[in-house]
C-alpha cells in the first residue's frame, strides 16, 4: 500500500469516527471511536490536522480519556509541521468549554505559546486565549499572571513574562468594559493580581500598571478616599519608603523620583504625601549635595509640584530643609559662582506654597514676624539677623536675575535676526530651539522675580494659589484650540509636563549661529536633568529575583 493510499485510508477512518460519535445518542458508549481519533495522532500529517479538530470537541464525552486526550493534543502542538500546530492551538478553547476546571492548564499552555514566532501562530494563540478569557475572565487572568509573578527559572521564563505582559496590555486591557463584569468585582481581582505582580517590575511596568489602575471605575473620580490611599500605598512601596537610603544606588533614586511624578495625580485629589514628604525630609534632602547631578533638577521639581498638597503638619516639618537649600542656592554676596535659577526658582515656588500652609513657622527660620497667636510664633525671640540675612540673599539674587533677564532679552532680539537670515532647515530648527530655551529662561528669571519681591516684607503674603505658573510648564503646554488660547483660558498643565525635553545648554547653538552672550545668561537655566526629567521615562531594575531588569 502507498503512502497516498494508506493516508487516505486513515482520513476515511477519522470522519467514520467523528460520524459515528456526531450520530451518537449517548456518545460515551462510543469510546473505540475516541479512541482511534487519539491513535490518528501519531499517523500523517493530515490526519493529525484532522485529529486536531476531532479531540476536543469529544472531549467532554470521555472523562476517563481525558489525560490521554490531553496529552496527545498537546503532543500535536509541538509538531514541527506548522499547519498541525495551528490548528491544535485552534482546538484548546474547545477543552474547557464545558470542563471549567481545565481552564488554568490551557491559559498557561497559551501563556507560554505567546513566545510563538510564526504570525499565523501567535495569532491563533491570541484569539484562543480571548476565547478561554471570555469562557471565564476570573480564572483565565488569575492563570495568565501566574507568568508574571511566579517565574522559577528567569533565564527561561523571562521572555515568556514579558509575552504575557504585552498581550494583557494590548488585548485585555483595552477590552476592561467588555471583559471585567460584574465590573466592581472584577475591577477588584485585576487590582490584586496586578499588586501581586509588582514585585519586580521595570519602571515601564509600573507605569503601565498605574495607568490601567486609573482608568478603573474603582479609582475613578468619584473613588473614596480608602481608593486613594490604596493606589499611593501601591506606589509608595514601589519607591522602597521603608528602606534605608543609600545615596549611591542610583537605580533607587530614579525609582523614588519617577514614583513622586507618578502619585502627584492622586495628591491633587486629597490622598496624603505625608510619607513620601517624610523621606525627602529625612533621607534625601540631607545628602541633597552628594546625588547625581542630573537627578537634583527632577527632585526640585518634584518637590515643587507636590508642595502645593501638602498638609500644615507636613509642611511645618519640611521647610526648614527647604529654606537651608534655597540658602545654599541664594548666596548672600555674589561669589563669582554660577547661578542655578532653575533650583532657585524649584525652592522659592515649594518654599511660598509650605510656608502658606504655616506661616509661623518662617518666624524662626526667615525672621518674619507672622502672627497667628500660637506658641510657635515665637515672637518673643529675636530673629532679626535671620531676616537681614534672608532679605540680602533675596536682592542678590533679584540682581542677578536682573542681569540674566537683560542678556536673555538681548539674545532674543539676535535669535530673531539670525532667524530671518537662517537659509537651511536645519539651522532654522537650531535657532528655534535656542529661543525656546531662552523663553523658558526669562520665564524662570520672571518667576524668581514675582516670587521674591513680596518676600521683603516682614509680613510677608506666601503665595498658595496657581498665580505662579512653573517655567517647564509653561514650555510645554498641551495645544488647546485657537478660540479658548484667544479668550484667555489656561491650558492645563499635567503632570507628564513635569519636565521639558529643550536641549541642554551645551548642545545649542549651531556653528556661527550661537550667541556667547545668551549661552553664559543661560548657563545656570537648567533643562531638566539629563535631556528633561528623565525620572520618569526610564526604566528601574529589578529587585527580589535578580533577574536584571536594568534602569536603562
Not at 491570541?126 to 508574571?148: N, P, W
Not at 530673629?383 to 540680602?392: Q, R
Not at 536682592?395 to 533677564?405: F, G
Request: net charge positive.
Amino acid at each position: 500500500m502507498t503512502d497516498a493510499s494508506y493516508e487516505a485510508k486513515q482520513i476515511e477512518k477519522l470522519y467514520e469516527f467523528g460520524e459515528r460519535l456526531n450520530e451518537s445518542k449517548d456518545k460515551s458508549q462510543n469510546v473505540k471511536d475516541y479512541e482511534g481519533i487519539i491513535d490518528a495522532t501519531k499517523t500523517s500529517l493530515k490526519a493529525k490536522q484532522l485529529a486536531a479538530q476531532l479531540i476536543p470537541r469529544f472531549f467532554k464525552f470521555f472523562p476517563n480519556l481525558s489525560s490521554r486526550a490531553l496529552n496527545a493534543h498537546f503532543d500535536l502542538i509541538e509538531e514541527e509541521d506548522l499547519a498541525v500546530r495551528v490548528q491544535a492551538i485552534r482546538g484548546l478553547p474547545l477543552f474547557c468549554k464545558d470542563t471549567k476546571e481545565y481552564i488554568s492548564k490551557i491559559v498557561d499552555i497559551l501563556g507560554q505559546l505567546l513566545t510563538a514566532e510564526e504570525i499565523v501562530e501567535r495569532d491563533a494563540v491570541h484569539k484562543a486565549l480571548m476565547s478561554v478569557l471570555r469562557q471565564d475572565v476570573k480564572e483565565s487572568l488569575t492563570a495568565l499572571f501566574k507568568h508574571i509573578w511566579n517565574v522559577e527559572d528567569p533565564s527561561q521564563d523571562d521572555t515568556i513574562r514579558d509575552k504575557v505582559l504585552c498581550f494583557i496590555r494590548d488585548k485585555v486591557f483595552p477590552l476592561k468594559a467588555e471583559l471585567l463584569r460584574p465590573q466592581e468585582e472584577m475591577e477588584r481581582h485585576i487590582t490584586e493580581l496586578i499588586k501581586k505582580s509588582l514585585g519586580d517590575v521595570t519602571g515601564a511596568e509600573f507605569r503601565m500598571f498605574m495607568d490601567f489602575f486609573k482608568s478603573l471605575s474603582i479609582f475613578g473620580e468619584k473613588a473614596p478616599p480608602e481608593r486613594l490611599k490604596e493606589l499611593i500605598g501601591i506606589i509608595e512601596g514601589q519607591a522602597d519608603l521603608d528602606a534605608q537610603f543609600d545615596v549611591s544606588d542610583a537605580d533607587h533614586i530614579d525609582r523614588l523620583i519617577s514614583c513622586l511624578f507618578m502619585a502627584l495625580p492622586f495628591f491633587v485629589r486629597g490622598a496624603s504625601g505625608s510619607k513620601f514628604l517624610n523621606y525627602l525630609n529625612k533621607h534625601i534632602i540631607p545628602v541633597f549635595d552628594e546625588l547625581p547631578e542630573e537627578r537634583k533638577l527632577d527632585l526640585l521639581k518634584a518637590l515643587a509640584e507636590i508642595s502645593a498638597y501638602t498638609t500644615p503638619q507636613d509642611s511645618r516639618q519640611i521647610l526648614p530643609s527647604v529654606v537651608q537649600l534655597l540658602k545654599k542656592y541664594m548666596p548672600r554676596r555674589k561669589t563669582g559662582e554660577e547661578t542655578n535659577f532653575t533650583y532657585v526658582e524649584c525652592l522659592l515656588f515649594s518654599f511660598h506654597h509650605l510656608a502658606h500652609k504655616a506661616p509661623n513657622a518662617t518666624n524662626s527660620l526667615c525672621g518674619y514676624k507672622i502672627v497667628t497667636g500660637q506658641p510657635s510664633d515665637r515672637l518673643g525671640e529675636d530673629f532679626s539677623e535671620y531676616y537681614k540675612d534672608f532679605t540680602e540673599r533675596l536682592s542678590s539674587v533679584e540682581d542677578l536675575t536682573r542681569a540674566t533677564i537683560k542678556k536673555l532679552t538681548q539674545g532674543m532680539a539676535e535669535h530673531n535676526k539670525a532667524m530671518a537670515a537662517a537659509k537651511s532647515d536645519e539651522a532654522k530648527d537650531s535657532i528655534k530651539t535656542q529661543k525656546q530655551n531662552t523663553t523658558t529662561g526669562l520665564r524662570t528669571c520672571n518667576n524668581i522675580l514675582a516670587m521674591t519681591k513680596p518676600l521683603h516684607s516682614k509680613t510677608p503674603a506666601f503665595i498658595g494659589d496657581e498665580s505662579v505658573i512653573l517655567s517647564w510648564k509653561e514650555a510645554i503646554k498641551p495645544s488647546v484650540p485657537a478660540s479658548a488660547t484667544a479668550a484667555g483660558v489656561k491650558r492645563p498643565a499635567t503632570v507628564a509636563n513635569g519636565s521639558n525635553n529643550l536641549a541642554r545648554k551645551k548642545g545649542r547653538g549651531a556653528g556661527g549661529m550661537q550667541n556667547q552672550l545668551v549661552n553664559r545668561a543661560l548657563e545656570g537655566i537648567s533643562y531638566g536633568g539629563r535631556g528633561g526629567g528623565r525620572g520618569r521615562g526610564r526604566d528601574w531594575g529589578g529587585r527580589g529575583r535578580g533577574r536584571g531588569r536594568g534602569y536603562r
